[in-house]
């Protein structure tokens, strides 16, 4: 059976599937020093994983803030994007893959929006993509045996410079062309702040709340691993399972919480999806400005130091080694949570007034000016 030897996870079976191998007897974190040397000196990040940030009862109680502040707002894109999915799309034989770890809490509010207002039943997994990698060619095979004929829509959280766009490109050109599986990349997400994407709820830089978690926000399981130690030729890409974080875990929290408000926006959502475009093109600005930030900032050219964006920034401080992070406005809602956990680990913030993204996290190298 396709399940045996899956990452455990704490969604429903109905919601999603993680394509994923368990390694959770076999892999140990390694520590932030560890891990940041391993990359600085040529290893790949999906070698090894973060410890995981346990987050301090300020942070949490600001995470629920922000859900509750933000739920109504996610809801609206959510079902604005689900939309967008269908219409483009043109059939109701849609596949969701999101991609693990911050496109599976998307994907499954995209499923749930269309099983309760569109009346389809769209199957979800999730697979691994990493950047210097490219996609888990392992699990697509598997996922296009199962849905032969189905429109298969890759599904992600948010954009930063548009990296992940660039390695799905790739996977899917060479996919088509090696074994024909009729993919197509365009990536859907609920924010695409760097204009990388083409289906989209927005492209303003908004605080997605998931962004602010780990483990605890994603169903228990880790950031995903590819290391020959433990992943063969023929095995999906892995990852771990947090149960020690049972307890924590609002995973299935934050999934019904934005859920419950689909009702109070979807007669809006339904109507922007259907006066305004479907998908828009690429324009790459947000690549544009890390560039020149890039050259400001940094000795080298090495924009992989560079994560744009409220979600990118998160995940710096929350599994990086964060030089600095710069913030264009401290007042605006979508930071404060930033604001936290850059006092909690003492990283400066600078504030950048005409910044084109609300925040972007600048990771220590050595090659600072």
């Known amino acids: 059976m396709i399940a045996e030897g899956l ?3 704490s969604y429903s079976n109905d919601d999603i599937l993680f394509l994923l191998k368990d390694v959770t007897e076999d892999f140990a974190e390694s520590t932030l020093e560890e891990r940041e040397k391993a990359v600085q000196t040529g290893g790949h990040y999906a070698e090894r994983l973060p410890v995981e940030y346990r987050p301090s009862e300020e942070y949490t109680k600001l995470y629920r803030k922000s859900v509750e502040k933000t739920k109504e707002q996610m809801g609206y894109l959510v079902g604005l994007l689900t939309h967008r999915i269908h219409l483009h799309a043109k059939t109701g034989d849609v596949v969701l893959v999101s991609l693990a770890r911050a496109g599976s809490p998307i994907g499954i509010l995209v499923r749930r929006y269309a099983q309760q207002f569109l009346n389809m ?7 691994s993509i990493l950047r210097g990698k490219g996609i888990d060619e392992n699990a697509m095979r598997t996922i296009r045996r199962i849905h032969p004929n189905s429109r298969i829509q890759f599904v992600d959280g948010w954009t930063g410079k548009g990296a992940i766009q660039h390695e799905l490109t790739a996977s899917v050109q060479r996919l088509n062309k090696e ?31 998931s962004a602010c978690l780990n483990a605890t926000v994603s169903g228990l ?14 095995d999906f890409h892995g990852a771990k399972f947090y149960g020690e974080l049972q307890e924590e875990d609002l995973s299935n929290d934050f999934i019904n919480k934005i859920s419950a408000c689909f009702s109070s926006v979807a007669e809006r959502a339904e109507k922007e999806a259907l006066s305004t475009p479907v998908r828009q093109n690429r324009t790459w600005q947000g690549k544009m400005e890390v560039e020149e930030i ?52 003492n990283v ?22």
Not at 193 to 206: I, K, M, Q, S
Not at 222 to 234: H, K, Q
Not at 307 to 322: H, Y
Request: proline share 6%.
């Open 294 to 345: 890039g050259r400001k900032m940094y000795s080298g050219t090495n924009h992989q130091l560079i994560k744009p964006g409220v979600g990118e920034t998160t995940r710096v401080l929350l599994r990086r080694d964060p030089w600095k992070i710069l913030i264009n406005n401290l007042e605006h809602p979508s930071v404060q949570h930033l604001l936290v956990l850059a006092e909690e680990k």
């Open 221 to 234: 399981v880790s950031r995903t691993i590819l290391n020959s130690r433990y992943i063969g030729e023929e």
């Open 121 to 127: 039943e769209w199957p979800h997994y999730s697979v």
């Open 348 to 369: 400066p913030v600078e504030v950048v007034p005409d910044l084109f993204y609300r925040a972007i996290g600048l990771i220590k190298s050595g090659q600072e000016i």
């Open 179 to 209: 074994e024909n599986l009729a993919l197509t990349d365009d990536l859907a997400v609920l924010a695409d702040p760097g204009a990388c994407a083409v289906l989209f709820g927005t492209r303003e830089d908004v605080l997605i709340p």
């Open 7 to 9: 990452v455990k996870t």
